[in-house]
């Protein structure tokens, strides 16, 4: 009878402790896994920071890092010498081709590239109305090069009625502006004959009005690759600050690299456009 007793009394504590339920200790497991939700939180707060920086900080392009060029020139609008406006080197001389695109332009325009030589294409409306011609105009602008207005018909001003000199003048810098996102920045009248109207527009337009101070592809004993070279850089004409005019023709395109060559041979920088004062900077 006692050993049954005892029998009982130890089912009864194995039976009582089978039954109590298991308890697992987490505390040394929760600050580990509340630096986990910590860093997991810092994680997304810092993810959150960042793409609210991209978002206020917009990837930057080379068109938002463009920055207006301080002019270091200004053209003397009786002589169209360009002059240094305070200590900039004065032995400089500009290129200018006007009648673009008509044959030559973009193959010029890759000469004076490969040789890093600045210039001002001033193009006529007449020779944009294609594609082609539209795409010329992009590629030369692409290059480096600016684009002037030379009107669209390369009239004379000055034998046209003023609503026919708004249309000449209007109508290159719209389809400039169409074909490059820019309207000009430099007006040539043909023949370097303004008028009263001319003026009035390029000034309502901020163009710089520019003639220029020599040239010479037009006459006929220079209508060769090496007779042009040899006047456009020996005439007595270039002086600091020249202004050269050529034009978009066959000899002029073949004397290009002699000219440029034989300037810089003289000691003259080939000035950069962008450097020159215009009204759009007023």
């Known amino acids: 009878m006692k050993k049954f007793i005892i029998m009982l009394a130890v089912i009864f504590i194995l039976s009582a402790c089978g039954s109590q339920p298991t308890t697992v200790d987490?505390?040394?497991d929760e600050p580990k896994q509340e630096t986990a939700n910590n860093q997991s939180e810092q994680s997304n707060d810092k993810q959150e920071i960042e793409k609210t920086d991209k978002e206020e900080k917009p990837e930057t392009t080379e068109e938002n890092e463009k920055v207006e060029t301080k002019p270091t020139y200004r053209m003397n609008e009786n002589t169209f010498a360009l002059e240094p406006i305070t200590?900039?080197?004065p032995k400089v001389a500009l290129i200018t081709i006007d009648d673009a695109p008509d044959k030559y332009a973009l193959e010029?325009?890759?000469?004076?590239?490969?040789l890093d030589a600045p210039a001002i294409f001033f193009v006529?409306?007449?020779f944009i109305h294609s594609e082609e011609k539209e795409e010329i105009i992009k590629q030369i602008h692409e290059l480096g090069f600016t684009i002037g207005n030379h009107t669209y018909s390369h009239a004379d001003l000055k034998t046209l009625s003023i609503e026919e000199q708004n249309e000449?003048?209007?109508?290159?810098?719209?389809?400039?502006?169409?074909?490059?996102g820019e309207r000009p920045k430099f007006f040539r009248a043909p023949f370097g004959s303004n008028t009263d109207e001319s003026r009035q527009l390029a000034s309502e337009e901020k163009m710089l009005l520019m003639n220029w101070t020599y040239g010479y592809d037009w006459e006929s004993q220079y209508m060769t690759k090496d007779a042009l070279a040899d006047i456009m850089v020996n005439t007595d004409l270039l002086q600091d600050g020249a202004n050269l005019l050529m034009h978009d023709r066959e000899w002029t395109n073949a004397a290009l690299e002699q000219i440029v060559n034989g300037l810089r041979e003289k000691g003259y920088e080939l000035l950069d456009p962008a450097l020159i004062e215009t009204p759009s900077q007023g």
């Open 124 to 126: 006529n409306g007449h």
């Open 26 to 28: 987490k505390s040394e």
């Open 168 to 180: 000449e003048i209007m109508s290159v810098s719209d389809k400039v502006e169409e074909i490059i």
């Open 87 to 89: 200590d900039a080197n």
């Open 108 to 114: 010029m325009a890759k000469t004076l590239k490969a």
